[in-house]
Structures are given as C-alpha cells and as structure tokens.
C-alpha cells in the first residue's frame, strides 16, 4: 500500500490517505500552506477489510509527523 500524507510545513499530518500499489497515480488536493507528501511506511500494514487497521492510521496521524528536509526562502533581489 502507498500512504500519502497531507502536511503542513512542520511537518504534522492533517490527513492520510492508503492507495493499492498498483493504482493509478493520483494525489489528494492540499490546502494552502500545506503539502502532499508520499510516505514509505513498511511497518505500517494496512488490511482495508480490517477496522484494526484504520485504529493505526489514526495513531500513525496522532503519533508521527513527516521529516520536512529543505527550507524554502526568499530569493535575493536582482542586481541591476
């Protein structure tokens, strides 16, 4: 399963969402100030079937956030 995850730029997770492997690519929309961002999670199984896995979304949701790496700035004004 793919876990997409949306995020603010913290990196805390305001929603996940679980796609089959072999699905069509697709993101859910991000708010403004938000972002998507792909997760590999192998030691999250997920079972669609199984209300259990739907409880460990919603820890995954509460207990982790997503490592933001890079920091986007202002660019320097134009010399000339």
């Known amino acids: 399963m793919r ?3 949306i995020h603010d730029a913290q990196g805390s997770i305001s929603a996940l969402v679980v796609q089959p492997p072999n699905s069509p690519p697709g993101s859910p929309a991000a708010a403004p100030g ?3 961002t792909e ?3 192998p030691d ?3 079972d669609l079937g199984d ?3 739907f409880e460990r979304l919603v820890e995954v949701l509460e207990h ?3 490592e933001v790496k890079g920091k986007l700035t202002n660019k320097p004004p134009k010399a000339g």
């Open 3 to 5: 876990l997409i995850a």
């Open 64 to 66: 982790y956030r997503i």
């Open 34 to 36: 938000q972002s998507v």
């Open 51 to 53: 209300p259990a896995s």
């Open 39 to 41: 997760v590999e999670a």
């Open 44 to 46: 999250v199984q997920i």
